[in-house]
């Protein structure tokens, strides 16, 4: 089973500063890497799939990066509304199965 | 637009069974394999299991193995996940989403209490 370990648990940041968010798999994925963002009480949205390719509607601050075992994702100028949980998800070829990282709680200062 | 809603959550007793059912619309459903998730109240998301486009491949979660069983009709654009002997550590909402890609949906979810 690939394990998905994501750094660090919780971020605090200042709106207009960047956010990194990091993310290790226990054995190569490749690029099947996905971000999501979870607000309170809402479902997961897609952000990031390919480790680096941006899903229909996400704003351009959000971008991906990696490949293999280690992933980073980047709020480049975090906005008030991007305060939720990050989570980074690998979905392996085969078999089919997806694993998910604990998550990381981005705050804003 | 590419849109996900779920239903059939509820409260059950230890033992009990569910079917949830996830209607697809604004993508060509038939041809996307599916997957269910589920996440544990204050905790993280879990993969419980997957079908491919046709019905004809399966995979579960080893904790949901033998009690739940995925399937889809394409005619109705329609996901399930027939959940038996459930625990109360199955308490969870449950969403369905479809792959990782531009276009990746999740639906809002439904909530399922095990309980006594």
């Known amino acids: 089973e690939i394990v998905m370990t994501q750094s660090p648990a919780t971020l605090s940041v200042s709106p207009g500063e960047r956010a990194t968010l990091s993310c290790r798999a226990s054995?190569?994925?490749?690029?099947?890497l996905a971000w999501y963002q979870q607000r309170p009480g809402q479902a997961p949205r897609l952000l990031i799939y390919?480790?680096?390719a941006r899903a229909t509607g996400i704003p351009g601050r959000f971008s991906g990066s990696g490949s293999g075992t280690e992933f980073t994702l980047t709020i480049s100028s975090l906005q008030s509304e991007d305060s939720a949980v990050y989570y980074c998800?690998?979905?392996?070829?085969?078999?089919?199965?997806?694993?998910f990282g604990q998550g990381t709680k981005v705050e804003i200062k | 637009e590419v849109q996900l809603v779920e239903s059939g959550g509820g409260l059950v007793q230890p033992g009990g069974s569910l079917r949830l059912s996830c209607e697809a619309s604004?993508?060509?459903?038939?041809?996307?394999?599916m997957n269910w998730v589920r996440q544990a109240p204050g905790k993280g998301l879990e993969w419980v299991s997957y079908?491919?486009?046709?019905?004809?491949?399966?995979y579960y979660v080893d904790s949901v193995k033998g009690r739940f069983t995925i399937s889809r009709d394409n005619a109705k654009n329609s996901l399930y996940l027939q959940m038996n002997s459930l625990r109360a550590e199955d308490t969870a909402v449950y969403y369905c989403?479809?792959?990782?890609?531009?276009?990746?949906?999740w639906g809002q979810g439904t909530l399922v209490t095990v309980s006594s």
């Open positions: 998800q690998q979905y392996n070829n085969w078999p089919p199965t997806w694993t």
């Open positions: 079908i491919s486009s046709s019905g004809s491949t399966k």
């Open positions: 989403a479809s792959p990782p890609s531009k276009t990746g949906r």
């Open positions: 604004g993508f060509t459903f038939s041809s996307y394999e």
């Open positions: 390919g480790a680096s």
């Open positions: 054995q190569s994925v490749s690029s099947s």
